[in-house]
């Protein structure tokens, strides 16, 4: 027997996404359309509300990255179902955060095998508060049926379709329980939320997160990427090697600019106002996070000195 979301608590989710950032308050989940993108013989890039997934699909199984919203989980299936008759197997969670994990619980009721780092377990486990620049969204406990079943410390590999699906942990990154992953034959990189394509990064912080660790984790998938190397970013556009280099050296290059002003001993307030992103906010900073609350963040998750 099946454990199905009951009503209740698929509306307690969908209030929660929609409470999430003004951009969501004026999502209509009803409107919003699964759109897929064939990158190989037998992977895909399907975008909707939330995360950007991944799938793979062929003899085999049916792997899935990320899920997104809880309300999109019936749309998510029937693009599955566009693509392959066969039933969805697994589900790879990059990281907790409820725009990729919010399908978990319809998927996991139809019989889905959820993957994911271990902190993703703990954190899903329990009530969690993610912070970001003066806002706190809280994220309820998921049920049973929702969590991790495989839980992974550092990489894990499957090996289906042809492919080699290779899962590695980036620590302490966009949070502490990131995974990317990398479909070594179809060469696709999946990098969850440590890459935000043609935006500022959000980096959570209240969850374990870094910037040193993101710009560490976008360091190993560019030794791993060749110039046909397909990204597909946590948000925004499908990315290439080139794209992800100019986005790193971007992060870097501010992140050596705050700690340079720290170590001049400027305050916080002095560093806002030095303009470390100037040259970049034509570029990256129309997105979710905007200049300000980039500079905002990225003071939090530095070092002090």
Partial sequence: MTHQ??????????????????????????????????????????????GNLGLSAGD?????????????????QAAIAQITKRPLQFVLNTHFHFDHTGGNEALGSKGALIVAHDNVRRRMSSDQLINFVGSSNKQPASPKVALPVVTVAGEISFH???????AFHVPRAHTDGDLIVHFRKSDVVHMGDVYFNGMYPFIDG??????????AAADRVLKLAGDKTRIIPGHGPLASKADLVDWRDMLATVIVRIKDLRLAGKSDAEIRAAGVTAEYDARYGNGFVKPEAF????LGVLPPK
């Fill in 5 to 50: 979301p009951t009503p209740r608590r698929q509306a307690l989710l969908a209030l929660l996404a929609l409470a999430a950032t003004p951009a969501l308050a004026q999502t209509d989940f009803s409107k919003v359309e699964i759109k897929a993108e064939k990158l190989s013989d037998t992977t895909w890039m399907l975008t909707g509300a939330g």
């Fill in 206 to 215: 209240s969850s374990g997160g870094t910037a040193d660790g993101v710009l």
């Fill in 295 to 298: 500079v905002q963040m990225m």
């Fill in 60 to 76: 085999d199984a049916v792997f899935l990255i990320d899920d997104q919203f809880a309300p999109m989980a019936p749309k998510i």
């Fill in 160 to 166: 289906i379709n042809g492919d080699e699906v290779y």
